[in-house]
């Protein structure tokens, strides 16, 4: 007696999804070995500096600051304004303090010049 094609295509899926299941619970055992961020210099430039880099101007400028390992966990974990939270699984503390010594080995941006007090215009109010 031949099964039906549904039953064959039910069988291939269940199949397929129990070999990509075992796949995810193998894959994190194998990763665990090995980091994620090769430095904290491979974090900052394929995580951080698309917003902080000085010359993006989206997020605050972290470079040349000496910034605490703990001070950056809190803010990664949570996460601030506009800036997503990253779990300890996309970035872990190991890699936060990569990224604070990297941080602080960069030079530090010159202040902005500060513009001159505006002058008063004739006829203004004193």
């Known amino acids: 007696m031949k ?3 549904d039953s064959m295509s039910l069988k291939k899926i269940m199949v397929t999804g129990a070999n ?4 995810m619970l193998v894959m ?3 990763a665990e070995g090995q980091p994620q ?3 904290g210099a491979d974090l900052y430039n394929n995580v951080c500096g698309y917003c902080h880099k000085p010359e993006v101007g989206v997020g605050t400028v972290l470079q040349g600051r000496e910034l605490p390992v ?8 949570n996460g601030f304004n506009a800036m ?14 990569e990224l604070s010594k990297y941080l602080a080995s960069l030079p530090p941006l010159p202040p902005r010049p ?13």
């Not at 997503?84 to 303090?97: E, M, N, R, T």
Request: no cysteine.
């Open 84 to 97: 997503p939270a990253f779990p300890a699984s996309y970035v872990d503390d190991a890699a936060l303090g």
């Open 37 to 39: 961020w090769r430095s």
């Open 70 to 77: 703990e001070y950056l966990k809190i803010m990664v974990r």
């Open 20 to 23: 990509l299941s075992l796949a």
């Open 114 to 126: 500060t513009p001159p007090p505006a002058k008063a215009q004739p006829g203004g109010s004193p």
């Open 3 to 5: 099964r039906p094609r």
């Open 28 to 30: 994190p055992a194998q």
